[in-house]
């Protein structure tokens, strides 16, 4: 991974362009947690962050969270399902019970909504009292038929992104700008 001093950066071999500045993120996680502290301010939460990609979302937002709360980081395994309809996934690594629990979900990124939709499923049959998703970004498909999303950081198009957590196969997390293709 090259670093340059301009607005583009070499990851294998796709360049990517500086899409969104360190300070803009800061400002907009900054808007989101002041939504949530006003929304959630009679009840105690419990953010499930959904790894690996938002990482560097749910500590940066956390830090600007006033309410009594709790976090857990999951992920979603997949595993071959014998129906047609292909891959199955299953949340693993969280450690304490959501039964009766305010549960906020944490994505860096809601493309599809198929990984949004499968937590929202199993946070329900797991018995929390009421889910909202809070995530950083949003593309196009999910907009139109994707799960509701309350807390939406940036809306975006289709292209990928890189940067602030997000991956391109492998590298770029550790970038504090999000890069486009
Ligand atoms: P979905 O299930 O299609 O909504 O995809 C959600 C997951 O795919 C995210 O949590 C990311 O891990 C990954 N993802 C989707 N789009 C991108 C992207 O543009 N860059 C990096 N990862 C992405």
Same mark, same amino acid.
């Given at each position: ?74 992920? &979603? ?59 950083? &970004? ?44």
């Amino acid at each position: 991974m090259q670093h340059s001093a301009t607005d583009s950066i070499l990851i294998h071999d796709r360049t990517f362009l500086r899409l969104i500045q360190h300070s803009a993120i800061q400002k907009k996680v900054r808007g989101l947690a002041e939504q949530i502290n006003s929304d959630y301010k009679d009840r105690n939460i419990f953010f499930v962050a959904i790894l690996n990609g938002s990482f560097m979302f749910a500590a940066d937002l956390l830090k600007n969270i006033q309410i009594e709360c709790r976090i857990s980081f999951v992920k &979603l395994a997949s595993y071959k399902g014998t129906r047609s309809t292909g891959q199955l996934k299953a949340i693993f690594g969280l450690e304490e019970s959501v039964f009766g629990q305010h549960v906020i979900i944490i994505e860096d990124i809601v493309d599809t909504g198929l990984t949004l939709t499968k937590m929202i499923e199993d946070l329900k049959s797991l018995g929390a009292q009421s889910i909202d998703t809070v995530s950083l &970004l949003r593309k196009k498909p999910a907009r139109e038929k994707g799960p509701e999303v309350k807390y939406v950081g940036f809306e975006l198009e289709q292209e990928f992104v890189v940067g602030y957590g997000l991956d391109y196969d492998g590298l770029g997390r550790n970038l504090s700008d999000i890069y486009h293709t």
